[in-house]
């Protein structure tokens, strides 16, 4: 079965820095994309940042433009998330989601994703 977890998240100052990391197993990682979604009370779920297969070609979600860095290890079956410089309004549920063939010019849409991990709760107190 397809599996991701994600974990790392928590409760951090305004400024501070948090690393998540999803954990994957039951497909070919090297093969497929992978995203970091979030959601937050009362919003809609958005992209925060994607990865394409072999893990060179990064995209950020001009909310996180500077600030996130995502990366992907094709050993290890993980992909993070580094976050740094967080702001309040980045409290949310973050998520990592993956699908084999993602339209790259479609990568923020969370419809793009077949399979999603459980969620890890980032909260940022001002």
């Known amino acids: 079965d397809v599996q991701l977890v994600a974990s790392g998240g928590g409760l951090v100052q305004a400024g501070g820095s948090l690393r998540l990391s999803c954990k994957t197993s039951?497909?070919?990682?090297?093969?497929?994309?992978i995203a970091w979604l979030r959601q937050a009370p009362g919003k809609e779920r958005e992209a925060v940042s994607y990865?394409?297969?072999?893990?060179?070609?990064?995209y950020y979600a001009d909310s996180g433009k500077g600030r996130f860095t995502i990366s992907k290890d094709n050993a290890k079956n993980k992909v993070y998330l580094q976050m740094d410089s967080l702001e309040p309004q980045d409290t949310a549920v973050y998520y990592c989601?993956?699908?084999?063939?993602?339209?790259?010019?479609?990568?923020?849409?969370?419809?793009?994703?077949?399979?999603w991990g459980q969620g890890t709760q980032v909260t940022v107190s001002s």
């Open positions: 989601a993956t699908k084999s063939y993602v339209i790259t010019s479609a990568w923020s849409r969370p419809d793009q994703y077949a399979y």
């Open positions: 039951g497909f070919d990682f090297a093969s497929y994309h």
């Open positions: 990865i394409r297969r072999r893990g060179t070609v990064p």
